[in-house]
């Protein structure tokens, strides 16, 4: 273990979380603190963020996940918690302590607290998982959407181009999309993967309104190893893959023996066009 960290303290945040009637119905304040090991010699000589754990960035998923809750036990959140910090970059381990600042209790007392502590060992005692992830944005600024993401992303070893596709589905006049696709490695299990999308999306102020309506950022996974899971939270191989040219064009260029045989001449052609490379585009694009 690391013998530098990096603290979060005093984070509150308004949760449903408990097991009593009167906890399932109003919101109660919770208080985290974290204590992140992370080795800091190298931003110690950079003085680079990339170099080292965001505070910020951890705190905004933390509190986005938490808000979202409606776990029963302090248990099964703070292990969510760990889970979504050990997500990050360069932390290793963390040590994460949830406290109920007014627990129902009929006795004086000042709080209740549970408190975990995780590496990145205890959570993947086997190997690291191979993901594949679709992105896509069609409101705003959205260079800067796929960049939020990528940054807020588990290991990304491999990146399709971008590319700009017409909109399928949805409300009439929607502008077009960028898409791409992304392999990443990963310890966390599929649904606390998707947990993690879900908040990287909220954090780019996602609205759901409009199905299939425009969005800031949508991440969906399309592949997770080999399994395949099809239950209330989580359909994988992503359903609708196969039909979807945007979607396999950028998913051939990182795993074309993932694609549909003949895919590329039995789907209809068109509304998909080449941008280059995410780097590129946002050294070449105002944002
Ligand atoms: N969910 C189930 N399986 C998955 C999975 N494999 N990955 C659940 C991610 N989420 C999965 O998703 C609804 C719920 O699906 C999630 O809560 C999760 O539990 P959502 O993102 O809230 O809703 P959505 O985006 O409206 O639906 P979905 O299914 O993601 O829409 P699609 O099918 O991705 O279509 N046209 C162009 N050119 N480019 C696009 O990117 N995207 C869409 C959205 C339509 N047209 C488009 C594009
Ligand atoms: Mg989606």
């Given at each position: 273990m690391a013998s530098d960290h990096i603290y979060i303290r005093g984070l509150r945040v308004m949760a449903l979380i408990g097991v009593l009637p009167a906890e399932r119905l109003a919101p109660q304040p919770l208080q985290i603190d974290v204590e992140m090991d992370v080795n800091l010699a190298v931003a110690g000589q950079t003085d680079d963020l990339g170099d080292t754990a965001n505070y910020g960035a951890i705190a905004d998923a933390i509190a986005v996940l938490v808000r979202a809750s409606s776990d029963i036990l302090l248990e099964r959140l703070i292990a969510r918690i760990a889970d979504c910090v050990l997500s990050f970059d360069h932390v290793a381990a963390v040590t994460v302590t949830l406290t109920k600042l007014q627990p129902p209790i009929d006795e004086d007392i000042d709080s209740t607290a549970v408190s975990i502590t995780r590496t990145r060992q205890s959570v993947n005692p086997t190997v690291r998982h191979r993901a594949i992830v679709a992105l896509g944005t069609n409101i705003g600024d959205r260079v800067a959407h796929l960049q939020f993401a990528l940054d807020h992303l588990p290991q990304v070893v491999a990146e399709s181009q971008v590319f700009e596709t017409d909109p399928v589905g949805g409300p009439q006049n929607q502008d077009a999309y960028l898409n791409m696709v992304v392999a990443l490695d990963t310890y966390l299990d599929p649904y606390a993967l998707l947990r993690l999308l879900n908040a990287v999306e909220a954090q780019a102020q996602r609205e759901r309104t409009i199905h299939w309506?425009?969005?800031?950022?949508?991440?969906?996974?399309?592949?997770?190893?080999?399994?395949?899971?099809?239950?209330?939270?989580?359909?994988?191989?992503?359903?609708?893959?196969?039909?979807?040219?945007?979607?396999?064009?950028?998913?051939?260029?990182?795993?074309?023996?993932?694609?549909?045989?003949?895919?590329?001449?039995?789907?209809?052609?068109?509304?998909?066009?080449?941008?280059?490379?995410?780097?590129?585009?946002?050294?070449?694009?105002?944002?």
């Open positions: 309506g425009p969005r800031t950022l949508d991440l969906d996974i399309l592949f997770y190893d080999n399994i395949t899971i099809n239950d209330d939270l989580l359909t994988i191989p992503h359903p609708r893959l196969h039909e979807r040219r945007f979607v396999l064009q950028p998913l051939s260029e990182i795993a074309p023996e993932l694609c549909p045989p003949k895919w590329d001449t039995t789907l209809e052609a068109g509304g998909v066009h080449a941008r280059g490379s995410l780097s590129n585009l946002i050294s070449t694009t105002e944002h």
